[in-house]
């Protein structure tokens, strides 16, 4: 089955560091650009980062660039998202989504997302 | 960044009505537009890429259409389960940016 199984949030004080992790199975990951879209509780959808098939380029939305590291492992068919000095407004539905090929950002399969909330 | 401003917020119809949506970009994003559906709890699917384009498995009930700036989105005839927030999405530059979302309910 092609599908996207994302793990790693939780509950995480101001300041503190988490890893999300998505998993890919029944295709190619390899072949395809890589993203993370979050989506804070009752609000829409914010395009996060994305990674090329090689990890060779990545970008990043204003707002994480310097705290968010997006990286991937295509012997393990995993994306990840390291996320250091989280803030209050961090806290969201974090989904990995992929890019049909070749339009990196065209998202034609998501994962059912993994929850990050950031409190004290 | 584009900004997408997609109209109305939300919509309540009725069973069999058709029912737009409208989204529009702050700058010339050529046909580099999708809609996707999102049910409550639930991760966005595409339902609509390159304006007009129907996902594969979409009904056809479902359509897009537009370029440049002012884009629309359809459905002909509305059914119990399009219960959902519909999401307009640029991807002619970076970052990708959604539309606010629309709520579509059922009267």
């Known amino acids: 089955e092609v599908q996207l199984v994302e793990s790693g949030g939780g509950l995480v004080q101001p300041g503190g560091s988490l890893r999300l992790s998505c998993a890919a199975s029944?295709?190619?990951?390899?072949?395809?650009?890589m993203s993370w879209v979050r989506q804070a509780p009752g609000k829409g959808l914010e395009w996060v980062a994305n990674?090329?098939?090689?990890?060779?380029?990545?970008y990043y939305v204003d707002s994480v660039k310097g705290r968010f590291t997006i990286s991937r492992d295509n012997a393990k068919n995993s994306l990840y998202l390291q996320m250091n000095s989280l803030r209050a407004e961090d806290t969201a539905v974090y989904y990995c989504?992929?890019?049909?090929?070749?339009?990196?950002?065209?998202?034609?399969?998501w994962g059912r997302g993994t929850l990050v909330t950031v409190s004290s | 960044d584009i900004q997408m401003t997609q109209s109305p917020s939300s919509l309540s119809a009725s069973v069999g009505d058709r029912v737009t949506i409208t989204c529009q970009a702050s700058?010339?994003?050529?046909?580099?537009l999708n809609w996707y559906q999102q049910k409550p709890g639930k991760a966005p699917k595409l339902l609509i890429y390159?304006?007009?384009n129907l996902e594969t498995g979409v009904p056809s009930r479902f359509s897009g259409s537009g370029s440049g700036t002012d884009f629309t989105f359809t459905i002909s005839s509305l059914q119990p389960e399009d219960i959902a927030t519909y999401y307009c999405?640029?991807?002619?530059?970076?970052?990708?940016?959604f539309g606010q979302g629309t709520k579509v309910e059922i009267k």
């Open positions: 390159d304006a007009s």
């Open positions: 989504a992929r890019g049909r090929d070749p339009e990196w950002c065209l998202f034609d399969l």
């Open positions: 029944g295709f190619t990951f390899s072949s395809y650009w």
């Open positions: 999405q640029q991807y002619d530059n970076l970052p990708p940016t």
């Open positions: 700058q010339d994003i050529s046909n580099y």
């Open positions: 990674i090329k098939q090689d990890g060779s380029e990545k």
